[in-house]
């Protein structure tokens, strides 16, 4: 990592036998990072980890500003089918937060694999209202974006078209 002016992580399960990378990944990255000097860090996680609670942030919301009717109803049902997931991204958040670095955790909702559009909406702390989707091509192009621009350091930045 020397030499790097930023991390951006997209660590993250890929099937229920790897639930805990990120955590893991990612306090694994952030020691590499304070010994490198390396300050900034963007990393990937999901719109629904804004209403996971953990131990060191028990109080999170039930609902996130940004979902609509659908969403408050639907989130829960993903919530316990990703369970293990979804505590692994939060724990992966708490680490990022309490880091010290100069952190933007980017939150997108379904993936796609459609083409790059070019353009999606952000809502710092939120989820983007009816934000239902975003391609992988435009997710990376968006945390590259947040890389680049030092307002997003600090913030919880939902992604969404």
């Known amino acids: 990592m020397g030499g790097a002016d930023a991390v951006v992580s997209a660590l993250g399960a890929t099937g229920k036998a790897d639930a805990g990378v990120a955590a893991t990944g990612t306090l694994a990255l952030i020691a590499a990072m304070r010994e490198a000097g390396v300050r900034r860090l963007v990393v990937l996680s999901a719109a629904p980890i804004g209403t996971v609670a953990t131990a060191v942030r028990p109080d999170k919301p039930r609902h996130d500003p940004g979902d609509g009717l659908v969403l408050r109803l639907l989130t829960p049902v993903v919530k316990r089918a990703l369970a293990e997931h979804y505590a692994d991204l939060a724990a992966m958040e708490d680490a990022v937060l309490d880091s010290g670095l100069e952190w ?51 913030k919880i930045l939902g992604v969404a078209y």
């Open 104 to 154: 933007t955790v980017v939150r997108p909702p379904r993936l796609t694999d459609g083409p790059a559009k070019g353009a999606w909406r952000t809502a710092v702390g939120a989820n983007p209202r009816n934000g239902w989707t975003i391609s992988r091509a435009d997710l990376a192009a968006a945390m590259l974006a947040a890389a680049a621009d030092p307002a997003s350091a600090g």
